[in-house]
């Protein structure tokens, strides 16, 4: 309830927050919402008429949320790339991954996966898939 509360703080005389924010606020929680769960919770909202998200309402979507998240390793997501690891070296050209983030599953902008190789990236244009999984999944 605290951060629910200084969330929704910025509009006095109000309760809850702005249903546009679901997700963010989700994300602050340390939830990852698909894009899908965050549309339908907005879309529930607006459909009642409600373009703010009370706390009483808010709290079975985050549970929702939390209780349909993957619980993968990073050992998985190893596991995953490998198929794309045709060296057997540990490493996948930036491209491919590129690729692979922006068009399979819940798509990432450019903008993202810059970022996200950003300094994994060898002089060959090649990413060592393992140190990113490993950094992405570290709980530091």
Request: charged letters at 25%; a negative charge.
């Given at each position: 309830?605290?951060l629910?509360?200084?969330?929704?703080w910025?509009?006095?005389?109000?309760?809850?927050?702005?249903?546009?924010?679901?997700?963010?606020?989700l994300r602050?929680?340390?939830?990852?919402?698909?894009?899908?769960?965050?549309?339908?919770?907005?879309?529930?909202?607006?459909?009642?008429?409600?373009?703010?998200?009370?706390f009483?309402?808010f709290?079975?979507?985050?549970?929702?949320?939390?209780?349909?998240?993957?619980?993968y390793?990073?050992?998985?997501?190893?596991?995953g790339?490998?198929?794309?690891?045709?060296?057997?070296?540990?490493?996948?050209?930036s491209?491919?991954?590129?690729?692979?983030l922006?068009t399979?599953?819940?798509?990432?902008?450019?903008?993202?996966v810059d970022?996200?190789?950003?300094?994994?990236e060898d002089?060959?244009g090649?990413v060592?898939?393992?140190?990113l999984?490993?950094?992405?999944?570290?709980k530091?």
């Amino acid at each position: 309830l605290g951060l629910f509360s200084v969330v929704a703080w910025p509009c006095p005389g109000s309760s809850g927050i702005n249903a546009e924010y679901g997700g963010d606020v989700l994300r602050a929680l340390g939830q990852n919402p698909t894009e899908a769960e965050v549309k339908k919770a907005r879309a529930d909202c607006e459909a009642n008429g409600q373009k703010r998200i009370a706390f009483e309402t808010f709290l079975p979507i985050y549970l929702s949320v939390q209780r349909n998240a993957p619980n993968y390793s990073a050992k998985d997501y190893i596991e995953g790339l490998r198929v794309f690891d045709k060296e057997g070296n540990g490493t996948i050209s930036s491209a491919e991954l590129r690729h692979v983030l922006t068009t399979l599953g819940e798509p990432m902008e450019d903008k993202e996966v810059d970022d996200l190789i950003s300094g994994y990236e060898d002089s060959q244009g090649c990413v060592n898939y393992e140190d990113l999984i490993r950094m992405l999944t570290s709980k530091e």
